[in-house]
């Protein structure tokens, strides 16, 4: 039997709520600290001209005269649309904890995002092996673990960073994101050989250990300085740990496989992916509906 509520109780409780006297980067340090993200270096920029000022007396149209500048200043749109959407996260968490005034909504809900031209980057499956090969021999080897995680799942840095081994299945070739970016828990899948790299790399695993854990219990290694030093070595500066996010997508359609089915692997918005990707869809399908009039021809 279930306990008895008082829902009046609760809806007073809630009512005399005080809030958090939180600067903006009081709260998106403690954001940091929480999630396990490095959002101070993402906003470093707002957090050195406005990071001492309350962060619930920001309004809508003071964040939007903070992007302009930063877009008359020669900033990406995409830079500052990543800005706003790390803001919004962190305000966002903060609703979620209680930490922000009664009734408080974020700033950056009704601000709208500056148009971007659409990242495609091609990556060769001889650069992947590559990848993979240079990955493992740095210093720290479950670098190379990561790396090879990151081509697998297609998964974003974060859901991966995150994990702790009692959300990994190495019999299984699984790793369970319980939260993620669009707010539904899903299943990462990766190869054999992974599944037997992790082994050999860990073999004494804690269940409530993190896969990554830096110096600082609980908290993860970065690997940005790694990844630097690991895409100038194969040639390929230019690519970003999210492009091999990008490239799983592009193989994903190219094999045949729905933007539907594709959105779900990747844990992706299905209206950003055909955005991105809708014409590798469209020449998958065209093949599979050549491949069937062969049927009967």
């Known amino acids: 039997m279930r306990p008895k509520i008082d829902l009046a109780a609760a809806v007073a409780a809630a009512s005399t709520h005080?809030?958090?006297?939180?600067?903006?980067?009081?709260?998106?340090?403690?954001?940091?600290?929480?999630?396990?993200?490095?959002?101070?270096?993402?906003?470093?920029?707002?957090?050195?001209?406005?990071?001492?000022?309350?962060?619930w007396e920001f309004s809508s149209e003071?964040?939007?005269?903070?992007?302009?500048?930063?877009?008359?200043?020669?900033?990406?749109?995409?830079?500052?649309?990543?800005?706003?959407?790390?803001?919004?996260?962190?305000?966002?968490?903060?609703?979620?904890q209680r930490l922000c005034p009664k009734g408080f909504k974020s700033p950056t809900i009704s601000i709208r995002r500056y148009d971007e031209g659409i990242r495609r980057v091609e990556i060769s499956a001889d650069e992947i092996t590559r990848l993979r090969a240079r990955s493992l021999a740095f210093s720290d080897r479950r670098f190379g673990a990561f790396v090879h995680l990151l081509i697998d799942t297609g998964a974003r840095k974060g859901e991966l960073l995150e994990r702790t081994?009692?959300?990994v299945d190495l019999g299984r070739g699984e790793i369970l994101v319980p939260t993620t970016k669009t707010d539904v828990p899903r299943v990462l899948h990766f190869r054999p050989e992974t599944a037997q790299l992790l082994q050999r790399i860990y073999p004494h695993r804690r269940a409530e250990q993190l896969l990554f854990e830096g110096r600082v219990p609980g908290l993860s290694v970065d690997y940005r300085a790694s990844?630097?030093?690991?895409?100038?070595?194969?040639?390929?500066?230019d690519l970003h740990m999210h492009d091999i996010r990008h490239a799983a997508a592009a193989n994903l359609l190219r094999a045949g496989v729905t933007l539907g089915v594709a959105a779900q692997v990747l844990g992706h918005d299905p209206a950003v992916l055909a955005r991105r990707y809708g014409h590798l869809e469209t020449a998958a399908l065209r093949a599979a509906q050549e491949q069937a009039w062969k049927q009967v021809a």
Do not use: M
Request: glycine share 4%; with cysteine; aromatic share 10%.
């Open 18 to 55: 005080t809030p958090a006297r939180l600067t903006l980067a009081e709260l998106v340090r403690a954001f940091n600290v929480a999630k396990n993200e490095c959002y101070d270096w993402r906003l470093k920029k707002w957090l050195e001209s406005l990071g001492h000022l309350c962060a």
């Open 62 to 96: 003071q964040i939007e005269i903070a992007a302009e500048a930063l877009i008359s200043a020669g900033y990406k749109a995409a830079t500052v649309n990543r800005d706003l959407s790390a803001l919004g996260t962190c305000y966002k968490w903060a609703r979620q």
């Open 165 to 167: 081994w009692s959300q």
């Open 227 to 237: 990844w630097r030093n690991l895409v100038s070595e194969i040639g390929r500066k």
